[in-house]
């Protein structure tokens, strides 16, 4: 079992322990690659968890990206993955945003694929999905109502979020993986 962390576009917040990459040599990065650039210079089966903080929807090619943290995963290894919610001020505002997801953007890599099974071979374990809402709907309880339970996370989706808004969604996975780690 492998003890490295990965920290992906770490910025100049680099998780205390873990490997930074970053393309910005201004930052704490230990490596400095293009994310975008594969492979990323790290071995199959090499870390136990990669952190992704503000930093997916920066990528040119999320299923991509995704597949690369799985490889690099050992087989149980965790993703952690936060993102700005679409509706949130900060998703469209930010030009170098890339990708605008929302909660169930990271199915299409679950048993949940919505018929998409083909799209990638990458599979994972959704352990946790948490979506904080902007303060106001915090502070009125809406945020315990919209993680209460899946379905009524998918109904704030279809029908209140853009009243409602998000600001971020967090995703905890599980890297599912056969025996020889692929
Ligand atoms: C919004 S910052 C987040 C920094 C840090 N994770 C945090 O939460 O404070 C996005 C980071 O991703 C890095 N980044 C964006 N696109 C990248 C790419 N294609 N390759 C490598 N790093 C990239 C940026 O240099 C920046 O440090």
């Not at 990065?29 to 293009?34: K, W």
């Not at 605008?100 to 694929?113: A, E, M, Q, T, V």
Request: charged share 25%; net charge positive.
């Amino acid at each position: 079992m492998s003890e490295l962390v990965l920290d992906v576009g770490c910025g100049n917040n680099k998780f205390p322990g873990s490997i930074g990459i970053d393309s910005n040599p201004n930052t704490k990065a230990d490596v400095i690659a293009n994310l975008d650039q594969f492979p990323y210079p790290f071995r199959d089966n090499s870390f136990r968890e990669v952190r992704v903080l503000h930093v997916i929807e920066h990528v040119a090619d999320v299923m991509r990206t995704m597949e690369e943290f799985h490889r690099m995963l050992e087989p149980g290894g965790r993703a952690l993955i936060i993102t700005p919610h679409y509706t949130d001020f900060s998703s469209f505002c930010d030009p170098t945003h890339r990708s605008h997801l929302n909660s169930f953007s990271l199915r299409y890599f679950g048993d949940d694929n919505a018929g998409y099974g083909y799209y990638t071979k990458a599979r994972f374990r959704e352990i946790k999905v948490h979506v904080r809402l902007l303060s106001l709907w915090r502070y009125m309880g809406f945020e315990f109502f919209v993680n209460q339970s899946r379905w009524f996370r998918r109904f704030w989706e279809f029908y209140l979020c853009y009243v409602i808004r998000g600001k971020v969604i967090e995703w905890q996975l599980e890297a599912l993986k056969n025996p020889v780690g692929r």
